[in-house]
């Protein structure tokens, strides 16, 4: 299976701030990434399809990059409602699709 | 717009099944890729399985071979969720997702606790 690893694991960041979050997968899987948001006991949001391609009704201030194994998620300018929970998933060996340990946002 | 609804929580003994449905409603049910993810307290996601009801291919990851099942039922436009033998460590928030790879719609989830 491939892995994901995410870092950091947390950061602490406040409101305006521009917050990058690195996700990086054990072998080469193309664009082939998504990026999702996780708010507490709410189901996980897709933002980012295909490494970059942003779903449609999500803020510009999200974007992703990246291609082969190390992909980015940045948010430009961080609003009071992108404090959540982050995660990567590899789309391109199947099955599984395999998620990275999360990345949590939180207020500093 | 795509809706899925879940059945409701859940407490299991050990040793015993639990089966969660998930109702689509606004799109295409039987086109749609659909996979369950799990999701233990205060832990990740978890990839369990998934299907395509209109071509009858259902994946599992290696971890939960033989104690899952997924199964679609298109008159009802309605996926199902079925693990076995639980234990403890299934304890978990179990989510049925639209889409594949990329997940775009996910049910509300459903608990499911399992207790002696």
Not at chain 1, 59 to 87: H, K, N, V
Not at chain 2, 7 to 13: D, L, M, N, Q
Request: aromatic residues 10%; glycine residues 10%.
């Amino acid at each position: 299976d491939i892995q994901m690893t995410q870092s950091p694991s947390s950061v602490s960041a406040s409101v305006g701030d521009r917050v990058t979050i690195t996700c990086r997968a054990s072998q080469d899987i193309s664009r082939w990434l998504a990026w999702y948001q996780q708010k507490p006991g709410k189901a996980p949001k897709l933002l980012i399809f295909a490494a970059s391609s942003l779903q449609s009704g999500v803020p510009s201030r999200f974007s992703g990059s990246g291609s082969g194994t190390d992909f980015t998620l940045t948010i430009s300018r961080l609003q009071p409602e992108d404090f959540a929970t982050y995660y990567c998933q590899q789309a391109n060996s199947f099955p599984p699709w395999t998620f990275g340990q999360g990345t949590k946002v939180e207020i500093k | 717009q795509v809706q899925l609804v879940q059945s409701g929580a859940e407490v299991k003994k050990p040793g015993s099944s639990v089966k969660v449905s998930c109702k689509a409603s606004g799109g295409t049910f039987s086109s749609s890729a659909i996979s369950w993810v799990r999701q233990a307290p205060g832990q990740g996601l978890e990839w369990m399985g998934g299907s395509i009801p209109i071509l009858g291919t259902v994946n599992y990851a290696q971890k939960f071979q033989g104690r899952v099942t997924i199964t679609a039922d298109e008159s009802r436009s309605t996926a199902y969720m079925e693990l076995s033998s639980l234990r403890s460590e299934d304890t978990a928030v179990y989510y049925c997702a639209r889409g594949s790879p990329a997940m775009d719609f996910w049910g509300q989830g459903t608990l499911v606790t399992v207790s002696p």
